[in-house]
């Protein structure tokens, strides 16, 4: 579970990221960030792997108080989420499958690393995590050589390779066309019901949130202004989130 409890983050410049913030997200749930852009959706993702520090408040993952993480254990922690982002991150000039094995790459010994050695049964999990979102076929291609969509879903065979509990995804679909975007969030989708991972989107596509996710969390200015099922999603709650305008009846949203 991921338990945010009066979380604040304040940048340097005085920008306020996130103002106050209580949430709790269980165990598997998929989970929508829709808001303006710097509205917050970002800080509150980067938060959770520690990517950013909180200012106040506390936020704990299965128990632990990402703040008080250190050295190796912080490394440990941060093996359990897959981060994916909006630019692939691939080292586009060499295969598909050494993408995917990038991830082993933080719990194997220098010389393995220095040599590209990786042991067989690696190999095997790299293949079923693009089994898993289709591009089995794309194995051994170089990763330059992928539309969009299929490096994104490299991308996500590659965090899956990690063995996550949780997936962070920080604008995944924004690169894409519509037919495209549809297809990752799919994947996403179905990933996060065979697999009872938690999925956590960032994301600008309204009607994608809608479409794909269980639960729409809006921000406006750091602070959550509408959390709830995604079947709830009125207009007023979009008016709320986009423009600032209280509905009329707010119990109901």
Not at 40 to 62: A, C, E, Q
Not at 204 to 221: K, P
Not at 230 to 244: A, C, K, P
């Amino acid at each position: 579970m991921i338990e945010f409890k009066d979380v604040s983050k304040v940048y340097p410049n005085g920008v306020v990221g996130l103002d106050n913030v209580n949430l709790k997200i269980e165990q598997g749930e998929f989970v929508a960030i829709i808001g303006l852009s710097g509205a917050g959706k970002s800080t509150l993702l980067r938060t959770i792997n520690r990517m950013h520090d909180i200012t106040s408040g506390t936020l704990t993952v299965d128990g632990l108080e990402v703040k008080n993480l250190k050295g190796k254990e912080l490394r440990t922690f941060r093996r359990k989420i897959g981060m994916i982002f909006q630019s692939f991150n691939l080292v586009t000039r060499t295969t598909v499958i050494r993408n995917v094995l990038m991830a082993k790459v933080p719990e194997m010994p220098f010389w393995r690393v220095l040599l590209g050695v990786f042991k067989k049964e690696d190999k095997m999990q790299a293949l079923e995590s693009l089994d898993k979102v289709g591009i089995l076929d794309k194995a051994y291609i170089r990763a330059d050589q992928l539309s969009g969509g299929q490096q994104q879903r490299v991308a996500l065979a590659r965090t899956l390779a990690q063995n996550p509990e949780i997936i962070l995804a920080d604008e995944p679909v924004a690169a894409l066309d519509p037919v495209t975007a549809k297809q990752v969030m799919s994947d996403f989708r179905k990933i996060n019901q065979d697999m009872n991972i938690s999925i956590l989107i960032n994301i600008h596509h309204v009607e994608l949130a809608l479409e794909y996710a269980d639960r729409i969390i809006g921000i406006r200015a750091g602070k959550i202004v509408y959390d709830g099922p995604s079947e709830n999603v009125t207009q007023d709650v979009l008016n709320t989130i986009y423009e600032g305008k209280i509905p009329e009846k707010t119990e109901e949203a």
